[in-house]
Structures are given as structure tokens and as C-alpha cells.
């Protein structure tokens, strides 16, 4: 006879979620791009449907702010931990003081911009997932490569250097398959024959590169003569304070359009759609190659968009595909 299986009830855990969570129990989990829309809904899952562990977040420093204040508002006061809140109630503050700890870092950084004493504490855990990401799909080349092709290198090289045991899983993305057609078997780049064979290495000196030649072309009097001119038609009579801190806006804006489409045709030319598959197919790869023997599991979801029921239906952060 066949056997209907019934759904759980609401607010009860799936036979999986329980796998999980004991799984995970009395585990120190590491999450980078915690600020970030996937970031947020796994941070809050951790905390809620797994009480055993314990999260680090690195976190990026505002310009005013500080990491551990960025966490806070950006992150705990985000109404995705709202569920999370109302079943705690009174105790909700305690816990997070007791499970949750934010490192000042950056994943465009040498050691991540840690510490010595948050370095320490990034390397002790036992999992790390690296989610940290440029998302756009006209980020600025050089922008792309030094977070999403040497981020995950980076996070790699900084728990290899310590003697971590901590496995790291890296989020990259289905669309590292590029534009051909076919089958895209889960697999290593290099063992797939979607893969465009590319020196990851003169990648990266290339978009510097590229970086310093826009900024100094930006700089030559005919480019800031036009840049000045445009500010005095948009301003009028402002004074020479506002007048300036237009003009170099508009010269900071023009570098940034000319890497993004450097970023856009070099990917278009190695096969793949923007500078952000195009990025992540290299960190794959590089990851690959020196990660030594930190264990790396590496997953590629496709576009993210609102939750489905947790951690309540519909919820999502900003605007999303």
C-alpha cells in the first residue's frame, strides 16, 4: 500500500531541518557577507532553527559606523528576524549576546582586514560560508574580481595560514556555465566542457590594470575640462567648493561606467554573459588551486528570491529578480 506522507505542522521542523540541526549542534559556524540578502535569512535560520550552534559574522565597517553597529541594524533589526523575536520575547537580546559574534573584516582585504584576536576567532570554527558577493551584474571589473574571484582565495588562504579545520563552503552561482549550451554537470570547472581555460592570475593584474590606466586617462585635461563644464551647467552659480566636489563626482562616475563595460565585453569575449559569472567562474576556479588542504564544498544556486514559508512567506530584502 502507498503512504501519504503528511506535511509537518506549521512552525514544526521537517524531518531534514532536524538532520540539520543536529548536525550543526554545539557547532561555531562563520558567515561572511552577512549583511547581504542571502547573509540576513542565514544568519536568522542558524540562530533559530539550529539553537545549538554558535555564529561569527565578519562584517564590513561603515564609513561611520562599526561593524558590530552595521550587524545590528542592517542585520538583527531587518524584520526577517521578526519570528525569531516574537519566540524569544524577553530573552531575544540574551541569546544573540550569548551565540552571536561580529569580526570587523573585509573579504578585498589581506587576511580578511582581521585582527589578530578576530582573525583567531574567524579561523576557530568549524564551518565557514563564504556568501560574500558583488551581485550586480554590472559591477565594475576590478570591483568584481577583488571580491568575487579573490574573496573566496582570500577566506581560503587566511584559514589554510592558521591551521584551520574549518571546512569552507563557497557560494558561487549556477551561471558560472557561461552562455553555451548543453548540459552543466556539478562539477569542477576544469572538468567540464563548458570551461573557457583562463589564467585566473592575469585576470586580476589585468582589471588593476585597468583600474590605474581609466583613473589616469579620467585625469587628462580634456576629460576634466568636459567634466567641469557639465558640473557649472547642472550647478549654475554654485561656489568653487560645490562646483569641484561636483566635477570629481562626475570624474569618479565616468571611471566606474568605463570598467563596467571593460568587465562586460571581457566576459562576453571568454563566453560569459557579465562581469559577475564571468568573476565567480574565476574564483571557482582559483579556489581550486589554493585552497591547499582546506576542505571546500562549492554550491551554485540559481536566482534567490522571496522565501517560500520561513522565515515567514514572501519575505525578501530589497529588490530581487
Known sequence: PRVRRLPPLAGQPTRQQRVIAEALAGKRIAVTGGTGFLGTALLERLLRSVPGCE???LVRPGKRTSAAERAR????RNDCFDRLRSELGDRFDAEI???FTVVAGDVTADNLGLSDDDLAIFCSVDVV????AAVSFDSPLDGAVEVNLLGPVRVATALRDAGSRAHLVAVSTAYVAGLRRGDAPEAELADTPFSTDVDWRAE???ARRARADTDAESRRPEHLTRFTKRA???L???????LAEKTE???ADWVKDQLVELGRGRARALGWPDAYAYTKALGERALAQTRGDVPVTIVRPSIIESALAEPKPGWIRGFRM
Open 73 to 76: 541594524r542592517e542585520v538583527l
Open 129 to 132: 560560508i563564504h556568501s560574500a
Open 236 to 242: 549654475g552659480a554654485a561656489g568653487a567648493p560645490l
Open 55 to 57: 555564529v561569527v559574522a
Open 232 to 234: 557649472r551647467a547642472e
Open 97 to 99: 549576546a550569548r551565540r
Open 204 to 206: 586580476v593584474d589585468a
Open 249 to 251: 563626482r562626475l570624474r
